[in-house]
DNA sequence: AGACGGCACTAGAGCGCTCTAGTGCATCGT
DNA sequence: ACGATGCACTAGAGCGCTCTAGTGCCGTCT
């Protein structure tokens, strides 16, 4: 039963509210008073560290409970020396990205460790994410999404463990975790052969990243299959846009019997167009996307798709970045230590727009 | 020119390297000791308050740069009692969410505040998220996005300034910045009534947020404009798997001139499914949308739809957070004071998917 | 000349926590 | 009976910073 515990009166609480409306959150020494301990005993039983009678730390749980005491992060990180904190830098408008995001906080905080977000916006660049992350003295950073300039990606490397998820860091400072594109148009390649499919055509990402492996990829599987005749590329990009006039370009220029675009945005555009200029999915052309994103999944498109485990990326880089910081817990960074690149395999996802081809071109 | 500041070699710089490689980052007690100042005033030069004469100001920041010094962001929150600090809790899978958040963290760094984000996704609860902020002792909390559930959202008020983007609360206790969604639909139907049509249908949200409004919205637009007896209303959902069922529906069930989804998503697969059902826009039917997202403006789309300014709303609940911890600078927070919900209007851009009627009627 | 105000700067006490080095006390082996 | 061992607990330093209350020192007013 809730007791009064302050000349303030008590608030009706739902099952634990703070006694203590307002005024300063409770802090360490307040629980320590109130149940009569040291200080020192208290931090003990919160942080759940042993060194504490299983009666006193009942008595203090149920004091700090009442009181609505919660560690103040900031001076827990800074007495503690380190600091158990992740740094995650982010473009806010990649739902690939996102899906990572969500990774690392499962993945780290399944380890003990707290993830602090640091996004990269139009008006807030990389350089700026990286260095709040910097200023919050994280331990180890996980940069996805937007790729920070190679210069302060190196001066980051230097003071502490950094992956790189999703994209292949352009210098070898960093751990990257990645999705080995090539393989993903390798899969979707061998499962459109598979089907019958001899003329097939790339829509590549233009300039977007991760566009050249994925292009090259396509060739080197078309060649390994003994299509490279057959084999065409298209220029493409990363949205609905460039998918759309793709479509436009091979429909005026003859048709292949399947297309693999960069992503799944791009494949969205190219299908959207297709349906509006006549062509059929997947009687006329099979379709294939990358990224296995949201819209890939939707009942009405059902599109086959490369898709990258974001999750699994996640895990896997919160995993490298923890055996780091526990092989040398000081402060010391063994940069010289060389850095490893984890290939995080894709797998194809199967759904309606790729078929058996028509007539075998 | 770089010049070695300890017995470990200095590193190639490229502007201001930390001359110390690793190890431990430098305090500011090393700026001072450097410096030949005290602590205090370097920390005064690095705050860039008033009290430190130019040239000592310059030398200060010149060894501080020489470091490469960087404050502890913790002890600084820590020390200085108030943390400076706007927590965001936000869902990582909404672009518009994403929109919302690079204006706070504008809004926020233009007056001087830091900004922590929070993410909520499958893994982690509303409720984990914004004990996460208050365990960094943020000073005030935006939520935007998924919804906390009232009581935590009580339990925060409480503690701190909240407000509420994008969506109405379900409790009076927070700020709440949000558009009106009734006047952006009353928009879309003045918009679409003055291009003649009559017979117009709301394809609505189902369940989603926000959904009810709109479709209130709707229907007492179509009242204002003596057009109760031809306004329809069809299920429909926050999806484009939802927009392209109900297009099934309406060429099913007869087409009405004009429709308006509850967003974007939706209009994107209604007109998708429209294109495969031979139905022309906006030649048989016009179509908005709702949300101006990234894909209504995609040029194959051209999408007419409603539009509301995320950064917008973010910079006017920071402007309100701001202004009421500026209103009580000392812990004590005042929950008897009313809260007050800021109406941003919405604006209709106007694209490709909306003509006038072809016959009226 | 003495008092005074203002400026540049410093000493030192914390902020809320963790962690090391204890203290006291019961239990144990010999 | 003695010290040795282990356990529950505490004192106190200190993480990196900010901030209050100073200390000197110079110029100025009477």
Redesign the interface.
């Known amino acids: 039963m809730p007791t009064a515990v302050n000349e303030t009166d008590a608030?009706t609480s739902?099952h634990s509210?703070p006694a203590v409306?307002?005024?300063?959150?409770p802090t360490l020494q307040d629980v320590a008073d109130r149940a009569g301990f040291s200080r020192a005993l208290v931090s003990i039983v919160i942080r759940g560290v042993p060194g504490a009678s299983e009666t006193t730390r009942q008595r203090v749980l149920e004091v700090a409970d009442q009181l609505g005491y919660?560690?103040?992060?900031?001076?827990r990180?800074?007495a503690a020396g380190r600091?158990k904190l992740i740094g995650v830098t982010l473009g806010?408008?990649n739902?690939f990205h996102?899906?990572v995001?969500?990774g690392i906080?499962?993945a780290a905080?399944a380890s003990g460790y707290?993830v602090?977000?640091?996004?990269v916006?139009?008006?807030?660049t990389a350089q700026q994410a990286v260095?709040?992350l910097?200023?919050?003295?994280c331990e180890a950073a996980v940069l996805v999404g937007p790729l920070v300039p190679v210069?302060s990606l190196l001066?980051l490397t230097?003071?502490l463990p950094v992956v790189v998820v999703g994209q292949s860091a352009r210098s070898r400072a960093a751990d990257v975790v990645r999705v080995p594109a090539a393989v993903g148009l390798g899969l979707a390649v061998d499962h459109l052969v598979s089907l019958g499919h001899r003329r097939i055509t790339h829509v590549d990402g233009g300039r977007a990243p991760g566009a050249v492996e994925r292009r090259t990829g396509f060739t080197s599987a078309m060649r390994r299959h003994g299509l490279a005749g057959t084999a065409t590329i298209v220029r493409g990009g990363g949205?609905?846009?460039a998918g759309?006039?793709a479509a436009r370009e091979l429909v005026d220029g003859g048709l292949p019997t399947a297309v693999i675009t960069y992503n799944d945005a791009c494949a969205v555009?190219l299908l959207?167009?297709f349906?509006?200029l006549g062509v059929t999915v997947p009687g006329d052309v099979s379709v294939v996307g990358y990224d296995d994103s949201?819209?890939a999944r939707?009942?009405?498109?059902r599109l086959t798709t490369v898709s990258q485990d974001g999750r699994r990326l996640a895990a896997v880089a919160v995993e490298r970045l923890i055996e780091r910081l526990d092989r040398q817990p000081d402060?010391?960074?063994a940069?010289s230590e060389l850095k490893r690149e984890v290939l995080v395999p894709p797998r194809l996802v199967v759904r309606a727009t790729t078929a058996a081809v028509r007539q075998p071109g």
Chains 1, 2 share one sequence.
């Open positions: 608030v739902e509210e409306p307002a005024s300063r959150p919660r560690p103040d992060g900031r001076a990180l800074l600091s806010l408008d739902p996102s899906d995001a969500a906080y499962q905080e707290q602090v977000l640091s996004a916006t139009a008006s807030r260095e709040t910097l200023d919050y003295r210069a001066a230097e003071r949205d609905e846009e759309a006039a555009g959207d167009m349906v509006r949201k819209v939707l009942s009405y498109l402060g010391r960074r940069t």
